[in-house]
């Protein structure tokens, strides 16, 4: 038998559900919720209910979004043409900070991992290779992330673009900003050597 009455111990199930929560932090937010207002544990009721009744893929990109094509596809100031892949919505927030890049998204949600059965098939590809093969770009940066999964998702990308006769290109990797060299470790300064450009 629970130690908890029947609807704190439902709660605790479900935030236990949630990344990074065990069970001593639901218990800890099951108790704050039960503690909080009438009017504050609603609202945060109807914001888990909104964000899964309003939110849903844009059509064109996978961003998450409430309208449909999102800010990005629908924006006549970005430049449609050219188009930043990444793994996961979170990353055009990494993007968009730079306040630099002004074309639009591509959104995989995941990357090739043969070990938990992701391939191709998996990711959200298609509609990629439709707006490519549409003549709607002219080039395609590859930013999934510096792992091996990442990489081989960028390389698989590039293979198939790069058939369609568009410039694909890949984000470069190295050595952080404000960082000393003596403290990389060699596959990063390798990337970094590799990645190196004019000046
Ligand atoms: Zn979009």
């Known amino acids: 038998m629970s130690k908890f009455a029947e609807p704190m111990s439902r709660l605790i199930d479900e935030l236990k559900k949630l990344p990074g929560i065990g069970s001593k932090s639901a218990q800890r937010l099951a108790?704050?919720?039960l503690r909080s207002s009438e009017d504050d544990a609603e609202a945060l009721a109807s914001a888990v209910r909104d964000l899964k009744a309003k939110l849903r893929l844009c059509s064109v990109c996978n961003n998450?979004?409430?309208?449909n094509p999102c800010v990005?596809?629908?924006s006549p100031t970005r430049n449609q043409k050219l188009v930043?892949?990444?793994e996961e919505p979170t990353n055009i927030a990494a993007i968009e900070k730079t306040r630099n890049y002004h074309g639009v998204y591509h959104v995989l949600h995941g990357s090739f991992s043969p070990l938990h059965g992701v391939?191709?098939?998996?990711?959200?590809?298609g509609n990629l290779l439709s707006r490519v093969a549409a003549g709607e770009i002219e080039e395609v940066i590859l930013a999934t992330n510096?792992?091996?999964?990442g990489e081989a998702t960028a390389s698989y990308l590039a293979d198939h673009l790069k058939r369609q006769g568009l410039r694909v290109?890949?984000?470069a990797m190295g050595i952080p900003?404000?960082?000393?060299i003596e403290y990389t470790d060699e596959v990063t300064m390798l990337k970094a050597m590799e990645g190196r450009r004019d000046m």
């Open 72 to 74: 990005y596809c629908s």
């Open 146 to 149: 510096p792992t091996v999964e």
């Open 177 to 180: 900003v404000g960082s000393d």
């Open 169 to 171: 290109t890949r984000i």
């Open 119 to 125: 391939g191709p098939e998996q990711l959200r590809i």
């Open 31 to 33: 108790f704050h919720i």
């Open 64 to 67: 998450i979004t409430d309208i």
């Open 84 to 86: 930043c892949v990444v």
